[in-house]
T-cell receptor, first 112, second 112 residues
């Protein structure tokens, strides 16, 4: 079983829709959670970074962590065609040094 | 003023050759990484260096050898290239443990 599971999609939504992206994980020691956006032929770009449980909001993006269910989510409000990309979740524990475990990414297309 | 830059962007070479990929970051970070991303977009850490010292060395063939001449640079040398080495290799950097990583745009390696 992989440390982090993420539905690869593809996910296709109309412009203006609310998008929900999710990851599940097996290691209850994960404390640091990140979401990255990766455009085609580019490197991953950090969107959100949270520690432990709770919600964090930044503009149209909201990250949620539910440690009891080992489940994290990224919500995108008022989705735009420029949001079309692959979204990767990543997480680490306090005991794994700088090692982050990544999901395989969800491919999102926002249709104008 | 690119934060993490890798060269070359594309590398096409024959099986059995030796090649190097260079990475430089101008963010003042103390930790640098090499990741391999396969055709299914799975991002897996290979090496991590903190202040020029190796701190993570995942199970990769010893044909792969990282070298960090200083905190701002981390190079990757690959000997006796094999077909299975075809992938996108990403360099990343972060400031401190558990801090989000900033990625370069990748080096696309194709083995003929």
């Amino acid at each position: 079983q992989k440390e982090v599971e993420q539905d690869p999609g593809p996910l296709s939504v109309p412009e203006g829709a609310i998008v929900s992206l999710n990851c599940t994980y097996s290691n209850s020691a994960f404390q640091y959670f990140m979401w990255y956006r990766q455009y085609s032929r580019k490197g991953p770009e950090l969107l959100m970074y949270t520690y432990s449980s709770g919600n964090k909001e930044d503009g149209r993006f909201t990250a949620q962590v539910d440690k009891s269910s080992k489940y994290i989510s990224l919500f995108i409000r008022d989705s735009q065609p420029s949001d079309s990309a692959t979204y990767l979740c990543a997480m680490s524990t306090p005991n794994t040094g700088n090692q982050f475990y990544f999901g395989t990414g969800t491919s999102l297309t926002v249709i104008p | 003023d690119t934060a993490v830059s890798q060269t070359p962007k594309y590398l096409v070479t024959q099986m059995g050759n030796d090649k190097s990929i260079k990475c430089e970051q101008n963010l003042g970070h103390d930790t640098m990484y090499w990741y391999k991303q396969d055709s299914k977009k799975f991002l897996k850490i290979m090496f991590s260096y903190n202040n020029k010292e190796l701190i993570i060395n995942e199970t990769v063939p010893n044909r792969f050898s990282p070298k960090s001449p200083d905190k701002a640079h981390l190079n990757l040398h690959i000997n006796s290239l094999e077909l299975g080495d075809s992938a996108v290799y990403f360099c990343a950097s972060s400031q401190g443990v558990h801090q989000p990583q900033h990625f370069g745009d990748g080096t696309r390696l194709s083995i003929l």
